[in-house]
């Protein structure tokens, strides 16, 4: 035992000294996972991080692979079917479509309608021809009729008409000369009757019913005054 000892202690002692002078490793933030039988640590290839349950420390992963749940103040108030995020109903709005869409009508047909008239009036007073005086004091009544409900329609909804002042249209008829004024008349209100006419056919699909009926009663009117009108113009000058 003696023998054993003396030769066992230098070799302890060697053995102490070697392992002082051996390279000391830091762990710094190194965690090995409570799971000791895994002898290897596999990596998850999409997310860069180990799959074995152990961690480190350092830069978080960020954007679409952080593992981070979704703020929750990404996902707008999508509020209630009939009202908007500023409080209006789908009711006020609609209501506030028609009430511009029966401005813009009221207004242009009115328009219309008075430069005809304005028109029909200058013929029925400096025309010759009596195919032609008499085809202007029909459009001058038929336009009258017109006008008068149309600005009773307005009235109830609140919906102002201006006057015209003198159109373009009616300040060229008015200067021609007398040789030509029959035709140029013909070839001027052909061209208005036309544009109150394209007014009242998209009128007669309004979803308001007063201006939708309005339309739908003058129509076929203006339809067959249309065709006379062409038809006047044919006869006298083609």
């Known amino acids: 035992m003696k023998k054993l000892t003396g030769l066992t202690l230098p070799a302890l002692i060697v053995f102490a000294l070697q392992a002082c002078s051996l390279p000391k490793y830091d762990a710094g933030s190194y965690s090995p996972s409570s799971n000791t039988g895994v002898s290897t640590s596999s990596t998850d290839p999409v997310n860069s991080r180990p799959t074995d349950g152990t961690t480190f420390t350092g830069a978080t992963p960020t954007g679409g692979n952080s593992g981070t749940s979704p703020s929750s103040a990404g996902m707008p108030s999508m509020g209630t079917a009939n009202s908007t995020s500023s409080g209006i109903s789908g009711d006020d709005l609609e209501a506030a479509a028609t009430k511009r869409e029966n401005t813009s009508f009221i207004s242009q047909a009115a328009s219309a309608e008075m430069n005809a008239m304005a028109l029909s009036q200058l013929a029925s007073k400096n025309s010759k021809n009596d195919a ?39 300040n060229k008829l008015s200067a021609t000369a007398e040789k030509d004024f029959d035709q140029a008349y013909l070839k001027t209100t052909l061209l208005e009757h036309q544009k109150v006419l394209s007014l009242f056919k998209q ?21 067959t005054q249309q065709k006379q009108i062409a038809a006047i113009n044919k006869t006298i000058y083609e």
């Open 132 to 170: 032609v005086k008499k085809l202007a004091e029909m459009l001058l009544n038929d336009y009258q009729k017109a006008q008068d409900e149309l600005k009773t329609i307005a009235s109830d909804k609140g919906i102002a008409i201006r006057e015209n002042t003198g159109t373009t249209s009616y």
């Open 203 to 223: 009128a007669s699909q309004f979803s308001d019913p007063v201006i939708k009926a309005y339309a739908a009663k003058y129509l076929p009117g203006l339809k």
